[in-house]
C-alpha cells in the first residue's frame, strides 16, 4: 500500500470555523440514526465516531485521528456481513467511483444493516467549490444520481430528507 497522503487544506480544521460549523450540524443529524459497531468513510477528523463512542473511522487522507487510512474505498478492510452502519458524510462525490463504493459498502453491512449519507444541494456545492474547494470532482449528487449509484450498488434509498434549511439531504440506504 502506497504511503498516505497527508492534509494539508487546513479545511474543516481548528483555523475553519465554518467548516467546523457545517460538519458539527451535520453530525448532529447522523447520530441517532447510527446503530451498533459502524464505519464513517471519509471521516476527516473522526469527531462522529469520537461522538457516537465508538466505530471505525475510515479515510484516504491522513487528518491525523483515522483508525484506518488507505488508498481507496473500493477495497475496505471488514469482513463480508460485519457492519452494521456506515457513514458517508458530504463526501459522496469527492469518490473516484461512488457507485463501486457501494457495491463495497453492501458487502460489509449486515442484513439489516444500513449507509447514512448526506449530500448537499447541488446548486449551493457549485457555488461552494467555486470558491472553497476548486479542485472537487462533483458538485454533488441529485436525488436521482443518489438513486442510481444506490442501485449499481445493490441498495436502495429508503428515506431521505432536507436539513440546514434545505441545504443538506440526509439518505439511509438498505440492501436492496
Given at each position: ?42 471521516c476527516g477528523d473522526n469527531r ?78 457549485k457555488i461552494w467549490h467555486k ?46
Amino acid at each position: 500500500m502506497e504511503k498516505p497522503q497527508k492534509s494539508k487544506s487546513g479545511l474543516y480544521g481548528a483555523k475553519d470555523p465554518l467548516g467546523r460549523l457545517l460538519s458539527w450540524c451535520r453530525n448532529r443529524k447522523v447520530l441517532p440514526l447510527i446503530r451498533g459497531e459502524f464505519v464513517d468513510l471519509a471521516c476527516g477528523d473522526n469527531r462522529l465516531v469520537e461522538e457516537y463512542g465508538r466505530g471505525t473511522g475510515v479515510d484516504v487522507v491522513d487528518y491525523g485521528k483515522a483508525q484506518v487510512v488507505l488508498k481507496d474505498f473500493t477495497k475496505l478492510p471488514f469482513p463480508d456481513k460485519s457492519v452494521e452502519t456506515v457513514t458517508i458524510i458530504a463526501s459522496l462525490n469527492y469518490f473516484d467511483d461512488p457507485s463501486r463504493v457501494v457495491k463495497e459498502i453492501n458487502r460489509i453491512l449486515k442484513k439489516d444493516g444500513r449507509l447514512i449519507l448526506t449530500m448537499p444541494n447541488t446548486t449551493v456545492m457549485k457555488i461552494w467549490h467555486k470558491f472553497r474547494e476548486p479542485w472537487a470532482k462533483e458538485s454533488g449528487f441529485s436525488v436521482k444520481e443518489v438513486r442510481k449509484i444506490a442501485d449499481s450498488g445493490g441498495m436502495r434509498i429508503i428515506k431521505r430528507k432536507r436539513f440546514m434549511f434545505g441545504v443538506n439531504n440526509i439518505f439511509i440506504l438498505v440492501k436492496s
